[in-house]
C-alpha cells in the first residue's frame, strides 16, 4: 500500500475507517491469503497488547466498570487483532485494549475478534486515531503517539492532522508538551496540570517551580501565562550600580532638583547626552509641574 493510498484512506475519517476494521467480512467474501477467518473467538491469554499503542495508562475505576458490564452482558463490541509478528497462533490489539483488560477482569476464557492484516504503521495510525478520537488518551500520550508517527513513519504536522481530524495548531500545540522537561510532563500525564497550563512552561526559566506555584495556588491558565511572562522579564541587574557609580556633582543636582520641584528627578548622563527623568504620582503634581515650567 503506498503512502499516498493509505493516507487518503486515513483521510476519511474515523467513521470510515473504524467502520471498516470493525466490520467482520461476509461469510461467503473470498478469504484472504494467510489470513485467519474473521469474527472469530480465540482464548484471552492468545491476545496481547499492542506495544506501539500510545496509551499506557487505563483508569481503575472504568477497568471495572466495564468488567461489571461484561460480566452482565458479555463483550459487545469485538477487539480487532492483527496475527502476531513474532508469535504463531497469537494476536497482537490494534483496537481495544481496555475490552481485552477488562475482559481478563471480568473472567472471561475466550474473546471475539476481528482479524485483520494490516503492517506496523497502520496499526499505530488506526490505534492513535482510536483513542484520540475517543478522547481516552491524557495529553502526554498523545503528543507521544504523534511524535512515533513522525519519528517512525516520516508524517508531518499536516498529514497527522488530516488523519485525526484535528486542526493543525493543535497537533503543534500537543508536540509542544514533549519540550517540558520529565518532571512537568508526569504533572501533565496524572492530570494534576492540564494541557493548556503546561504549554505556558514550555519556554520558561524554571518550568518545574512555576508548574507547582500553579498547582499550589490553583492558577488559571490566563494566570498561568502571566505568570511564565513576569518569570521571563529580565531584572534590572545594573540599577543598583548606576546609582553609586554617579558622580558627586549629578547626585547634588538631582537633590537640589527634587528639592526644588518636590518631586523624584534621576539623572542619567551620558557621554553625548542623557536623560532627565521627574517622577509623579498625581495628575495634580503633573499640574503643577507644567505650570513651573510655563512660568
Not at 503506498?2 to 476494521?21: E, N, P, V
Not at 469485538?78 to 494476536?91: D, H, L, N
Not at 513576569?230 to 547626585?251: L, S, Y
Request: aromatic residues 2%; charged residues 30%; proline residues 6%.
Amino acid at each position: 500500500m503506498s503512502d499516498d493510498s493509505s493516507r487518503k484512506r486515513l483521510g476519511r475519517g474515523l467513521a470510515a475507517l473504524i467502520g471498516d476494521m470493525d466490520t467482520p467480512q461476509r461469510a461467503d467474501a473470498k478469504p484472504q491469503a494467510a489470513t485467519p477467518a474473521p469474527d472469530r473467538t480465540v482464548p484471552v491469554e492468545h491476545v496481547g497488547p499492542n506495544p506501539r499503542n500510545p496509551r499506557r495508562t487505563f483508569a481503575e475505576a472504568d477497568l471495572e466498570d466495564l468488567a461489571a458490564s461484561i460480566r452482565q452482558h458479555g463483550i459487545v463490541q469485538p477487539i480487532v487483532v492483527r496475527p502476531s509478528p513474532t508469535k504463531a497462533g497469537r494476536y497482537e490489539i490494534i483496537a481495544g485494549e481496555r475490552r481485552w483488560r477488562a475482559a481478563q477482569r471480568a473472567g472471561v476464557t475466550d474473546v471475539p475478534v476481528i482479524i485483520r492484516n494490516v503492517d506496523d504503521r497502520t496499526s499505530l495510525e488506526i490505534a492513535i486515531v482510536e483513542n484520540v478520537q475517543r478522547a481516552d488518551l491524557n495529553p502526554l500520550e498523545e503528543a507521544l503517539g504523534y511524535q512515533q508517527l513522525i519519528d517512525e513513519h516520516d508524517y508531518v504536522q499536516t498529514d497527522l492532522a488530516q488523519i485525526i481530524g484535528k486542526s493543525r495548531s493543535h497537533v503543534a500545540n500537543t508536540l509542544r508538551l514533549l519540550k517540558l522537561p520529565d518532571e512537568v510532563r508526569m504533572l501533565v500525564a496524572d492530570g494534576a496540570l492540564s494541557a493548556g497550563h503546561a504549554r505556558t512552561l514550555v519556554t520558561a526559566s524554571d518550568p518545574a517551580g512555576l508548574a507547582q506555584k500553579i498547582i499550589r495556588d490553583g492558577l488559571s491558565v490566563r494566570q498561568a501565562e502571566a505568570l511564565a511572562q513576569a518569570a521571563a522579564q529580565p531584572r534590572p541587574q545594573h540599577a543598583a550600580r548606576v546609582v553609586e557609580e554617579k558622580d558627586a556633582d549629578t547626585r547634588a543636582l538631582e537633590q537640589l532638583l527634587t528639592d526644588v520641584t518636590g518631586l523624584k528627578v534621576a539623572i542619567a548622563h551620558r557621554e553625548n547626552g542623557g536623560e532627565l527623568r521627574i517622577a509623579y504620582k498625581s495628575l495634580e503634581q503633573l499640574d503643577d509641574l507644567c505650570r513651573r515650567l510655563q512660568r
